[in-house]
């Protein structure tokens, strides 16, 4: 079983993918979302801060379910780092408390919940300024070896 890291979590060991044009947070894709996370050290987890275009709508003047999922599946795959592995998502379930307004500040958290072999369960949540959560998501990630997964995408 691979060991908890407490540090910065950000030289998880595997093959560089030539380009990131992860949708999320991929700074090679034009049309994604850049979202860019930072490990919080003294409170053990993963967070970003951001805000929501109008291009994200979906209810007048807040954000689209698709589009909240989508930022809370990237905040707990970024957990997987603490432990210098590769998981994919596997399920997530998502709670939508609050709309998620567009155009306001914004923020994700992400936490480790527990890990059991290859499985790694993780949770998120968007909060606005006030820190009230938003939505909320706990999600199983199933740890793979990248190598053989994506040995085509990768250099050599």
């Known amino acids: 079983m691979a060991t908890r890291h407490k540090g910065r979590g950000h030289d998880t060991r595997y093959m560089r993918l030539q380009k990131n044009h992860c949708f ?32 994200y709508t979906g209810p007048p003047g807040h954000c689209h379910g698709g589009i909240i999922a989508t930022i809370l599946d990237e905040a707990m795959g970024k957990v997987n780092k603490l432990r210098h592995v590769v998981a994919l998502t596997s399920e997530i379930k998502v709670k939508y408390l609050k709309p998620v307004p567009l155009n306001k500040p914004l923020r994700v958290e992400s936490r480790e919940v527990r890990v059991h072999g290859r499985e790694h369960v993780n949770m998120a949540e968007i909060l606005n300024q006030k820190d009230e959560v938003l939505a909320t998501s706990e999600g199983l990630f199933i740890a793979i070896d990248p190598k053989k997964m994506f040995a085509k995408f990768v250099d050599k």
Do not use: I, Q, S
């Not at 700074?27 to 994604?32: D, S």
């Open 24 to 55: 999320a947070c991929g700074r090679n894709n034009p049309e994604g979302m850049r979202l860019k996370f930072t490990y919080d050290e003294e409170r053990d987890c993963f967070v970003c801060r951001f805000r929501l275009g109008k291009r």
